[in-house]
C-alpha cells in the first residue's frame, strides 16, 4: 500500500506489469482481450492554507452594564504555511474588537484575549462569535467562524440573570462572599467588578440597584 506522499515529498510513480490476465464470463468462456502495462502517478498532497477558530471561553455568562469581562478566543492554524490574519469577536451583529495582523506558524495555536466594555450596549441577550479572515488560496473556510453561546447584558448586581435585583441575588452573592478565582464557591456571575473575588464592593453594587427591573 502506498500512501498519498505529503507535500514535503516528492511525487511517487508505480509502474503496472501485467504478467496474466485471464478472463472468462460466467459460463466460464473466455474473454478476448489486449494485455497493457501502464504507470499510476500519485501526487503529493496539496500544500493547505487553513485558518481555523477552535473555541470561545468567556470570564462570566452574566455581565453588570458598564462593567467589563474577558473573552478568550482560540485559533489556530491548521495549514501549512505561516499565515497573518485578523481575528473578530462579535456580539450578536456588533463587532466589539478587531485584532489585525496575527502571525502563526504552520500547526501552530493562539488565544487571544479580548475585553468587553458593556458601557453604551443595550440590556439583553448577545450571541458571541468570532471569525478570522479567509487567508490567500484558503479552501476550507467554515472553520473560520465561531459560535460560543449566550452572554447577559443586564443590571448590575442581578447574579442570577433575571434582569431584576432582588433577594434572590443577594443570597447567591452571601454564598459566594469571600471566595476567590479557583475557589469551589467562587462564581465568575457574582463578581461584578471582575477582580477575582467576590467581595463587599460587589455587595455594595447589588444593594444599589436593588429593586430595580429591566424592561
Known sequence: MINQPSFSEDDVTLS???????????????????????????????????????????????????????????????????????????????????????????????????????????????????YATIVPYEKETADNDFIYGIVTVTIPGDVNCDFTVDIYDIVLLCYAYGSERGELRYDPNCDSEGDGDVDIYDVVIACGHYGETYP
Open 16 to 130: 503496472i506489469q501485467l504478467t496474466k490476465t485471464d478472463l472468462a464470463n460466467t459460463e466460464g468462456e473466455a474473454i478476448p482481450h489486449v494485455d497493457f502495462d501502464a504507470t499510476v502517478t500519485i501526487h503529493a498532497r496539496e500544500n493547505l492554507h487553513d485558518i481555523a477558530i477552535t473555541g470561545i471561553t468567556t470570564s462570566k455568562t452574566v455581565i453588570g452594564q458598564t462593567y467589563s469581562m474577558s473573552i478568550n478566543v482560540t485559533v489556530e492554524n491548521q495549514g501549512d504555511y505561516t499565515e497573518a490574519f485578523n481575528v473578530t469577536l462579535a456580539a450578536n451583529t456588533a463587532v466589539i474588537e478587531t485584532v489585525t495582523n496575527i502571525t502563526l506558524a504552520s500547526v501552530t495555536n493562539t488565544t487571544i484575549t479580548f475585553s468587553w466594555n458593556t458601557t453604551g450596549w443595550m440590556k439583553g441577550n448577545y450571541t458571541i462569535g468570532a
